[in-house]
């Protein structure tokens, strides 16, 4: 007897397109990304990721769009541990007056605790990397999920005396339904990007000029951003940055604007 493997094109033929399409993504780890769009215009997610969004799950602001006169941007970073460029990182947003992001992992809350209080005292969105960097498509069930970015905030709370916020960013950007519905369930909303570069290998970094420019030519209205912060060439041209953006009309977002 013939067998044939079920692809999505067979799936949608068969009419159970809906039914795979949903059990695939549930299964199936992820991995996020944007293709970048030219001439500075927002760019769109792929059609088998847009589920996302029936999760609380945000990677732009949709209000802020090509045609918009109001200029935001969300400056959002993952740091995992201090290596001296973190601190840069803060000075410079101080410097600048303007406030990001943190998406921060257990080492830094444990080994840098100071950071992590400054980032607030600062007025910073300190976020949920999870505790490990751990792959979250390998869990095995809600409690599991729920406990490694519980562990994270028990952390967090200890240090600061308060409860972190609500927002998630996957490791990696490995996701699939099942964590995207669990991340909900846990009362976080899962926070991607739409503008990301090859800046966390700490020895295969870009030119800062290299690095402005891909950055620059590749800014749009509702940009999350998306900067390691362990990054010795972010840490250079992190005022520069911000400076250009301010000078094209651009503002400095926030989480709870995003996810309003």
Known sequence: ?????????????????????????????????????????????????????????????????????DKVVYLTFDAGYENGNVEKILDAMKEEQVSGTFFVLGNLIEKNGDL??????????????????????????????????????????????????????????????????????????????SFAYADWDNNKQMSTESAKEKILNNIHNGAVILLHPTSATNAAIMGDIIRELKSQGYRFGTMEELTA
Not at 10 to 21: K, N, R, S, V, Y
Not at 40 to 47: E, H, L, M, S
Request: charged share 25%; net charge neutral; glycine share 6%.
């Open 116 to 193: 992590i209080k400054r980032m607030v005292n600062e007025g910073h969105t300190v976020a949920n990397h999870t505790y490990s960097h751990k792959n979250m498509t390998k869990v095995q069930s809600f409690e599991e999920f729920s406990a490694e970015l519980q562990r994270l905030d028990d952390a967090y709370k200890e240090l600061t005396g308060t409860q972190i916020s609500k927002y998630y960013r996957p490791p990696e950007g490995t996701f699939n339904e099942t964590t995207m519905q669990y991340a909900k369930r846990a009362g976080y909303k899962t926070i991607f990007w």
């Open 1 to 69: 007897m013939l067998k044939y493997k079920i692809t999505p094109a067979l799936a949608l033929f068969l009419g159970i397109g809906m039914i795979f399409a949903i059990t695939a993504n549930a299964a199936k780890g992820q991995g996020w990304y944007c293709v970048r769009a030219k001439d500075n215009k927002q760019p769109r997610c792929d059609a088998d990721m847009q589920y996302i969004e029936n999760y609380d799950g945000y990677y732009i602001d949709h209000t802020h769009g090509d045609d918009c006169d």
